[in-house]
């Protein structure tokens, strides 16, 4: 795979591509789209869903989401997996008081050099006052430059 394309083959920003189109533009390209309409039909129905929330969104929302998704876009399938099968499962299970505070902890961590984020990441105190389980998934998002603002 080269470093223009994505997995699947899609083409470089088509998230962005297809969030820019009118609905009917949107509808035209996803008719046309072979994956697309080899998909079962719930899943379809969730990707125009998706696409109705993303419209909804604020400006701030958006650019929030896709900060997340580039990031996500940089890690190794072995991490996506982790984040799938781990972590985001750990964090659901989370009251949302502790999210908040893992949130904050993480926000805390931007525009730290990377030598500067290893160390905090290193240091016994930025844990202070978690589970073992909180700590884990902290120090996992924050090695991974994860911040999951939104992620409920």
Known sequence: MNSQQSPGNVPPHWQERLQQMSPEER??????????????????????????EWKQLSPEQKEKLNKTAETLSK????????IRTQLLPQWRQMTPERRQDLKHRLSSLNGLSDAERSQRLNDPSFYQG????????????????????GAE
């Open 27 to 52: 509808e035209r390209f996803v008719q046309n789209d072979e994956r697309f309409r080899s998909l079962p039909p719930d899943q379809q129905a969730q990707i125009r869903q998706r696409f109705q």
């Open 75 to 82: 890690l190794t399938p072995e991490q996506r997996q982790s």
């Open 130 to 149: 978690l589970s073992p389980q909180e700590h884990g998934v902290l120090k996992q998002l924050g090695e991974m430059k994860l911040n999951p603002g």
